[in-house]
């Protein structure tokens, strides 16, 4: 005849026969940095994705600031075309963005092309050496004519 003998453990303030006694802990003290980690890169790629469409919305509206300067010497009465003037619509995109925000423009004819760049601060990644990100926003806008009679409807 063979006796099982059962180990008895001290946990809890209690003796116990259960062997799995102490594990909760241990899968605690795994998975709570992992999960803090992930929370983390989480925060900051949702403050990426924020100011990559802060970006696009500066360069849209800046975009439709630099079309709105179409070229006085081009008669689009007679060509029905038009062209926006490279000068003037620097100024406008200027006036717009400020003297603080990184951007570029670029014309042709009757299209303004805008990108601006934005450099995102990052809270979790700075603490792996990361401490921020450049993001950008192109957008175009087109200059077009309006309506003058109700036949241009």
Not at 51 to 66: D, H, N, Q, W
């Amino acid at each position: 005849m063979t006796s099982v003998i059962a180990q008895e453990r001290f946990c809890n303030g209690k003796t116990t026969r259960n062997s799995q006694c102490g594990q909760v802990t241990v899968v605690f003290v795994i998975l709570a940095p992992v999960l803090i980690m992930l929370g983390g890169l989480t925060y900051d790629g949702a403050q990426l994705l924020n100011a990559r469409r802060e970006a696009f919305t500066l360069a849209a509206e800046a975009a439709r600031a630099g079309a709105q300067a179409i070229s006085v010497e081009t008669v689009y009465r007679d060509t029905n075309s038009m062209n926006v003037d490279l000068a003037r619509a620097r100024i406008a995109t200027s006036e717009f963005l400020g003297p603080q925000a990184d951007w570029s423009l670029s014309v042709t004819n009757d299209t303004v092309t805008t990108t601006v760049w934005h450099r995102q601060p990052l809270q979790f990644l700075s603490l792996f050496g990361i401490d921020s990100r450049r993001v950008a926003g192109t957008a175009t806008a087109r200059a077009v004519r309006g309506i003058q009679t109700g036949d241009d409807l």
